[in-house]
């Protein structure tokens, strides 16, 4: 197994293929996950949406945005005409953190450090996908893309994200899972915001 990204860092794969070989080789940062969760979608897909590290279903299942918060994803891209399978979905970390609570498998965010170490599969991932488009669903999204904290609340909406030069536009939303989370009162909503900023999306990839 691979440990360090220092260490695949100068394995310089040439193709997406390769460089998923190698994240699927790779050892977890935190060990107990089942296995790598990989991006998916086309090579050359317009649009690619970063969340922030697999969840139990992911991880269970091998594949991103499987789970609650990725079906919540699925059903609002379809209300702003955002065919999934023509879009490319990652996750900033690629392996899934948690605690273990009696049966359940609690989802722990990354730290900083984590999301640096995942950084350079996002750079490359996105180098070969080469989207028109990056949209960081929430905080540990837009801090492996821009290498720092950014308030959600302030940056939401178009963004440039200047480590990439201008290879491709930007945009900042809420995570999914964050509408999960909300008191029920507050949920219409927010999820009615998420759809608009979808819908943006939607126009910028045109
Ligand atoms: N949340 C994420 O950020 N990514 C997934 O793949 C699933 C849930």
Do not use: C
Not at 8 to 20: F, K, R, Y
Not at 71 to 89: F, W
Not at 118 to 147: H, I, S
Request: proline share 7%.
């Amino acid at each position: 197994p691979v440990r360090a990204v220092a260490a695949m860092a100068d394995q310089d794969p040439a193709s997406l293929d390769a460089l998923n070989a190698l994240i699927r080789r790779s050892e977890p940062l935190v060990p107990g996950a089942t296995q790598a969760v990989l991006g998916e979608g086309p090579v050359g897909a317009t649009v690619a949406f970063v969340g922030e590290q697999p969840g139990d279903q992911e991880d269970r299942q091998g594949r991103p945005f499987v789970g609650p918060a990725g079906q919540l994803l699925s059903r609002a891209m379809a209300e702003a005409g955002l065919a999934r399978d023509r879009a490319y979905l990652t996750n900033a970390v690629k392996h899934f953190k948690f605690e273990e609570r009696g049966k359940r498998r609690i989802h722990q965010k990354p730290t900083a450090g984590e999301v640096s170490h995942y950084r350079w599969w996002l750079d490359r991932e996105l180098d070969f996908v080469g989207p028109k488009l990056v949209v960081a669903l929430g905080a540990t999204a837009v801090l492996a893309l821009t290498g720092k904290a950014v308030p959600i609340t302030r940056a939401r909406g178009p963004f440039r994200f200047e480590r990439f030069d201008n290879r491709f536009q930007g945009f900042i939303t809420v995570h999914p899972s964050y509408l999960l989370r909300l008191p029920d009162e507050a949920k219409a909503e927010a999820y009615a915001a998420f759809v608009d900023d979808l819908r943006r999306v939607e126009a910028l990839a045109q």
